[in-house]
């Protein structure tokens, strides 16, 4: 390899054929790039679907009432099914598998303001663990707790954007207060989503208290709580548990789909994970049959150099030269040709997937394409590889070549 007559030669006669190793190094540097950027195109891919379970914990069941699709044990069907503090109260204390749980009761474009300020925003009214449900994070002061909800208190927590609203930016927040719907309220927390500006234009209250200053009696919109275990199949297990129990509770059809809504995370992230596994198979197959036309261009075009070098090998075999350094020689040039080509393509792919990025900024279904330094050493490894697979089979060939017949070459 260090043998420096060899790279001597090795560059003589790239020199003397220039389209001919540019035209064979850039079906390896096309492969190489397209492998990165189909690559890097899943990965962003693959961010973007991820980003839509950020929001949430993915180890969350969501229960939503609805209304009945079937008649059922003389029940005629379109009745209205609807949750009370009963009904969460039920799930909390009968369903097995409940980790944090919370109700929730909503109002939706809810007048808000302090002073001359005002706004509209949506109002959450929950259970201390939604703030685990719903992955809210508190940057001041707390969240809603259980004092607050067994005792009816007026208190609240808002999201970044109302702070921003109706307070200066070194305004002292914690302890003022505001009027949601004309009823005062504490604010005790400032909370940032990660689920966007959207997440963080509402106001969180007890929902003990929304219920009763609101006069939604005992009223919850949804029902949401976290497992002990986030293995899917268990996930099921949990899901058909609620539903079966809440059949019998309504008496609707445990068949009827319209009657109860449950989202399942757990499932829906699993789902997601076993389709990008695919997605990888599927862009890995696609990407490296690419790379590996152009290996196979690389060694169709080194059995040329050896054809064309039989009578210059006859020679040297003819004074000494082992079957060794003939492979070596052949082998150097393949494997450097594809090491060139393809560390230029894996450049170009990355600088494309760069472009990319910074011109689908904002996209929520596809954030930072790119590789990663595992990614690329792969990448490398498999060129090496591969350049020494494509100069292997000409090697072995000029090994064989027999040194009088090929001293009578022409």
Same mark, same amino acid.
């Given at each position: 390899?260090?043998?420096?007559?060899?790279?001597?030669?090795?560059?003589?006669?790239?020199?003397?054929?220039?389209?001919?190793?540019?035209?064979?190094?850039?079906?390896?540097?096309?492969?190489?790039?397209?492998?990165?950027?189909?690559?890097?195109?899943?990965?962003?891919?693959?961010?973007?679907?991820?980003?839509?379970?950020?929001?949430?914990?993915?180890?969350?069941?969501?229960?939503?009432?609805?209304?009945?699709?079937?008649?059922?044990?003389?029940?005629?069907? $379109? +009745?209205?099914?609807?949750?009370?503090?009963?009904?969460?109260?039920? *799930?909390? %204390?009968?369903? !097995?598998? /409940? @980790?944090? &749980?919370?109700?929730?009761?909503?109002?939706?474009?809810?007048?808000?303001?302090?002073?001359?300020?005002?706004?509209?925003?949506?109002?959450?009214?929950?259970?201390?663990?939604?703030?685990?449900?719903?992955?809210?994070?508190?940057?001041?002061?707390?969240?809603?707790?259980?004092?607050?909800?067994?005792?009816?208190?007026?208190?609240?927590?808002?999201?970044?954007?109302?702070?921003?609203?109706?307070?200066?930016?070194?305004?002292?927040?914690?302890?003022?207060?505001?009027?949601?719907?004309?009823?005062?309220?504490?604010?005790?927390?400032?909370?940032?989503?990660?689920?966007?500006?959207?997440? $963080? +234009?509402?106001?969180?209250?007890?929902?003990?208290?929304?219920?009763? *200053?609101? %006069?939604?009696? !005992?009223? /919850? @919109?949804? &029902?949401?709580?976290?497992?002990?275990?986030?293995?899917?199949?268990?996930?099921?297990?949990?899901?058909?548990?609620?539903?079966?129990?809440?059949?019998?509770?309504?008496?609707?059809?445990?068949?009827?789909?319209?009657?109860?809504?449950?989202?399942?995370?757990?499932?829906?992230?699993?789902?997601?994970?076993?389709?990008?596994?695919?997605?990888?198979?599927?862009?890995?197959?696609?990407?490296?049959?690419?790379?590996?036309?152009?290996?196979?261009?690389?060694?169709?075009?080194?059995?040329?150099?050896?054809?064309?070098?039989?009578?210059?090998?006859?020679?040297?075999?003819?004074?000494?030269?082992?079957?060794?350094?003939?492979?070596?020689?052949?082998?150097?040039?393949? *494997?450097?040709?594809?090491?060139?080509?393809?560390?230029?393509?894996?450049?170009?792919?990355?600088?494309?997937?760069?472009?990319?990025?910074?011109?689908?900024?904002?996209?929520?279904?596809?954030?930072?394409?790119?590789?990663?330094?595992?990614?690329?050493?792969?990448?490398?490894?498999?060129?090496?590889?591969?350049?020494?697979?494509?100069?292997?089979?000409?090697?072995?060939?000029?090994?064989?070549?027999?040194?009088?017949?090929?001293?009578?070459?022409?």
């Amino acid at each position: 390899m260090f043998n420096l007559d060899n790279w001597k030669e090795i560059f003589e006669t790239i020199r003397k054929n220039r389209l001919r190793t540019f035209l064979t190094g850039f079906s390896v540097l096309w492969g190489i790039m397209m492998l990165i950027i189909l690559l890097g195109t899943g990965q962003g891919l693959e961010n973007g679907v991820k980003n839509e379970f950020r929001d949430d914990a993915i180890n969350s069941i969501w229960v939503y009432p609805g209304r009945t699709s079937m008649p059922y044990k003389g029940l005629k069907p $379109n +009745r209205r099914l609807r949750f009370t503090n009963e009904d969460f109260d039920y *799930v909390q %204390n009968r369903v !097995e598998g /409940v @980790d944090e &749980i919370t109700g929730r009761f909503g109002i939706w474009n809810g007048l808000t303001n302090r002073g001359t300020k005002y706004g509209t925003y949506n109002i959450r009214s929950v259970h201390p663990g939604h703030q685990l449900v719903e992955n809210t994070e508190v940057t001041l002061g707390r969240y809603i707790n259980k004092s607050d909800i067994n005792e009816n208190r007026k208190v609240c927590v808002i999201g970044k954007i109302v702070r921003s609203d109706l307070f200066q930016n070194d305004e002292e927040v914690l302890g003022q207060f505001i009027k949601v719907k004309g009823i005062l309220f504490k604010i005790v927390g400032v909370f940032d989503d990660s689920g966007g500006d959207g997440e $963080n +234009r509402i106001i969180y209250l007890p929902i003990s208290t929304a219920q009763m *200053v609101f %006069n939604a009696k !005992e009223q /919850v @919109d949804q &029902i949401m709580f976290t497992l002990t275990d986030d293995d899917p199949e268990y996930s099921r297990t949990v899901e058909a548990d609620v539903l079966n129990k809440f059949s019998t509770k309504f008496r609707f059809d445990p068949q009827d789909q319209r009657a109860i809504r449950i989202r399942n995370n757990v499932l829906n992230f699993q789902q997601f994970a076993d389709l990008f596994a695919n997605v990888r198979v599927f862009i890995w197959f696609i990407g490296i049959g690419t790379l590996l036309a152009g290996i196979i261009g690389v060694s169709n075009i080194m059995l040329i150099l050896v054809k064309e070098r039989t009578k210059e090998i006859g020679i040297r075999k003819a004074l000494g030269a082992t079957p060794g350094s003939i492979i070596g020689l052949i082998l150097m040039e393949s *494997v450097f040709i594809t090491l060139v080509f393809g560390y230029i393509g894996l450049m170009l792919g990355v600088l494309v997937l760069d472009l990319m990025a910074s011109g689908i900024e904002g996209v929520e279904f596809f954030q930072n394409p790119g590789v990663d330094i595992g990614l690329a050493i792969s990448a490398t490894i498999l060129l090496v590889l591969s350049g020494a697979l494509a100069g292997y089979i000409p090697a072995r060939q000029a090994t064989r070549i027999d040194p009088i017949v090929a001293l009578r070459e022409d």
